[in-house]
């Protein structure tokens, strides 16, 4: 027997939950991206809370992780006193963009690392560079990812 459309969306919800948690975020921050993404459309705050059964607390949190990473945005309903949430206009770009300023951020620390080694310690120099030279490249192939985004 096949799964209804209902499943098919807890399941996804789920899904990006899992995926949030293991880039980093948290769970529910992840569940709530998968339940704009499915579901497409502006969502009240206090109706986040019921539609994933989870504290207004937790959707206070992960609202605005969520805002800081750029991948929501608040909306106001006009007669509408409540904040409403909903996907940002391309938030897979902003998504890339995010974790290329993390590569650059730790290519930036080993960088500072590596110019502080004495040259007479040339092993752990060279281990170091090495792991300078894997965020080099990590940051050239996320960077051209982003830009292929932008270009699509």
Do not use: C
Not at 19 to 33: E, S, T, V
Not at 105 to 130: C, F, H, M, N, Y
Not at 139 to 151: E, G, N, R
């Amino acid at each position: 027997m096949s799964k209804s459309i209902h499943q098919t969306r807890s399941e996804f919800i789920e899904k990006i939950g899992l995926m949030a948690q293991a880039d980093g975020m948290p769970r529910i921050a992840g569940r709530m991206l998968g339940l704009f993404i499915w579901d497409g459309e502006a969502v009240a705050f206090g109706d986040l809370a019921e539609k994933l059964q989870i504290s207004r607390g937790s959707i206070s949190s992960s609202t605005r992780i969520l805002e800081e990473r750029r991948l929501i945005k608040r909306v106001a309903k006009p007669g509408e006193r409540q904040d409403y949430f909903q996907l940002a206009d391309n938030p897979y770009v902003k998504m890339v963009d995010y974790y290329i300023d993390g590569l650059e951020q730790a290519k930036s620390e080993i960088g500072r690392t590596l110019a502080e080694i004495p040259d007479e310690e040339q092993a752990v120099k060279a281990r170091v560079q090495a792991y300078a030279e894997f965020y080099d490249l990590m940051s050239q192939a996320v960077s051209k990812l982003a830009a292929d985004l932008k270009a699509s």
